[in-house]
């Protein structure tokens, strides 16, 4: 089983400076991928990034970086320059290797605020 | 490309009733997922179809079923309408299934709101 875990409910930022979003997880699989998920009011989950447990880089994706450290199962979202339209609800989710499914696991979410 | 379209984006039922979602992957995509999102439990997975069959399934009751047609279009079901069932449904698709490193591409999601 997988289990994500999301420890900041909500965080602010000042507009044009850099945040970091946390995410630990959990799972026996050998092989998982870790994916984040912007979602605005509106509801539509945006997918930002991706990052594979057997990846020797951490993944970029224009201003979202993901700092994944595998020995401390941690995969933390780094957002730089921060703009007004990154206020949303960010999650963090999971997909193991094992039993062939689509299926993610989600945290809880961190709703990410940001000040002009 | 368009993307995974959701139909209806809004609904409104009273309890004992039932209820069809419907979803539309993006063209190409032969894996749909389901999700239920609420504010107390958070995202959950409720099943995954691929090519007509389900292959995985969450820990739902059974009043929630759902299908995929030959053209992967997908519905869910649920019957017998709870207040709890209240929530945001978002449907997702992928180009490939069961592998780990696939993104899923999500729709805008249906808003149910049971009364």
């Known amino acids: 089983a997988q289990k994500i875990t999301q420890t900041q409910p909500g965080m602010f930022v000042q507009e044009k400076e850099a945040v970091t979003l946390d995410c630990t997880y959990d799972t026996s699989d050998p092989s998982y991928g870790l994916f984040w998920y912007k979602q605005p009011s509106s509801g539509e989950m945006i997918f930002l990034i991706y990052?594979?447990?057997?990846?020797?880089q951490n993944a970029t994706e224009g201003r979202y970086s993901l700092n994944f450290q595998k020995a401390r199962k941690s995969a933390n979202l780094v957002i730089s320059a921060s703009q007004l339209g990154d206020s949303a609800m960010y999650f963090c989710?999971?997909?193991?290797?094992?039993?062939?499914?689509?299926?993610?696991?989600f945290g809880k979410g961190t709703k990410l605020t940001v000040n002009p | 490309k368009a993307g995974v379209t959701q139909t209806p984006r809004y609904l409104i039922k009273t309890r004992g009733q039932q209820v069809t979602l419907s979803c539309s992957p993006i063209?190409?995509?032969?894996?749909v997922s389901w999700y239920q999102q609420t504010p107390g439990q958070g995202l959950q997975f409720l099943f995954e179809y691929f090519s007509e069959t389900q292959r995985n399934k969450g820990n739902f009751p059974g009043r929630f079923s759902g299908r995929q047609f030959s053209n992967s279009r997908s519905e869910m079901n649920v019957s017998t309408l709870e207040l709890g069932d209240s929530a945001l449904y978002l449907c997702?698709?992928?180009?490939?299934?069961?592998?780990?490193?696939?993104?899923?591409?999500f729709g805008p999601g249906t808003r149910l709101t049971v009364l």
């Open positions: 990052q594979g447990s057997y990846d020797q």
């Open positions: 989710a999971m997909r193991g290797s094992q039993g062939g499914s689509e299926k993610l696991v």
């Open positions: 063209s190409g995509h032969r894996s």
């Open positions: 997702a698709s992928s180009s490939l299934g069961g592998t780990f490193y696939n993104e899923q591409f």
